[in-house]
Nanobody, 122 residues
Framework: QVQLVESGGGSVQAGGSLRLSCAAS????????MGWFRQAPGKEREGVACFYTVSGRTYYADSVKGRFTISRDNAQNTVYLRMNSLKPEDTAMYYC???????????????WGQGTQVTVSS
């Protein structure tokens, strides 16, 4: 099992930036994909950005392309989500997840962090 701890959320004004961090521990050698997901009140969970370890490929939701960047520090077993040009519609609880399948479908991810809140005001 993999333990995940997110940090870096907060409140910013529209146009601002935040960087989320996700530190992984435990059975990290089993990880083939890591992703950031978000869920706003009353909305379905959305896969925001995912990184696939074997291929090195990344996936971004259309809503964040060009604004968000997912990156990984292998030595630290940490995944980051850099969020620029934030919009009020980016407001949500953001979750980090680790999985074994190269997919950004949250249903295939087994291990999840506790989440970190991002609030963007207009």
């Amino acid at each position: 099992q993999v333990q995940l701890v997110e940090s870096g959320g907060g409140s910013v004004q529209a146009g601002g930036s935040l960087r989320l961090s996700c530190a992984a521990s435990g059975y990290t050698s089993s990880i083939n994909s890591m992703g950031w997901f978000r869920q706003a009140p009353g909305k379905e969970r959305e896969g925001v950005a995912c990184f696939y370890t074997v291929s090195g490929r990344t996936y971004y939701a259309d809503s964040v392309k060009g604004r968000f960047t997912i990156s990984r520090d292998n030595a630290q077993n940490t995944v980051y989500l850099r969020m620029n040009s934030l919009k009020p519609e980016d407001t949500a609880m953001y979750y980090c997840a680790a999985g074994q399948i190269a997919s950004c479908d949250g249903r295939v991810y087994r291990d999840w962090g506790q989440g970190t809140q991002v609030t963007v005001s207009s």
